[in-house]
């Protein structure tokens, strides 16, 4: 199978069992507010041992720029250019993709590669298309968009 067709299946799936479990929070739950001025706005958290995860790639140029790429070819059109929510394809996904500029530097590696291999909803799950060294550069670039990096 290749890869879209793996992408389009892995979300349809994902999409038929969240429905069905409607009203059920998907993960360990929801956290509100903290990363930005909206306090209306709330996300969905990895469980406590994958926030634990230690990001064994060095965050560094190469490693960073080697996320920058992957993140314009996989997440930019959800999530935009600049990582704020507002790709080209976001008005047509049933929720608004994060911004990810608010959320980095505010949760932890783990938190972001647990979500990044997982997914959910419309949001991918990148587990078995990324190598684990891949997830971790899109880690490693997401949080250098913090602006208390």
């Not at 926030?51 to 959800?78: E, F, R």
Request: net charge positive; aromatic share 6%.
């Amino acid at each position: 199978m290749n890869h879209q067709k793996t992408r389009l299946v892995k979300t349809a799936i994902l999409i038929i069992l969240l429905s069905g479990a409607a009203g059920v929070s998907y993960g360990s739950g929801t956290h509100a507010g903290g990363h930005s001025k909206k306090a209306s706005m709330s996300h969905w958290s990895a469980p406590p041992e994958a926030m634990k995860q230690i990001n064994p790639v060095k965050t560094d140029s190469t490693s960073i720029s080697a996320g920058k790429k992957l993140y314009s070819q996989l997440c930019a059109d959800c999530h935009g250019q600049k990582a704020e929510g507002n790709g080209p394809s976001a008005s047509s996904l049933s929720k608004k993709p994060t911004n990810l500029r608010e959320m980095a530097g505010g949760h932890a590696d783990g938190d972001f590669a647990w979500k990044i291999r997982e997914g959910r909803g419309d949001m991918p799950a990148w587990g078995e298309e990324l190598e684990r060294t891949e997830v971790w550069h899109l880690v490693n670039y997401i949080q250098s968009l913090s602006s208390h990096h």
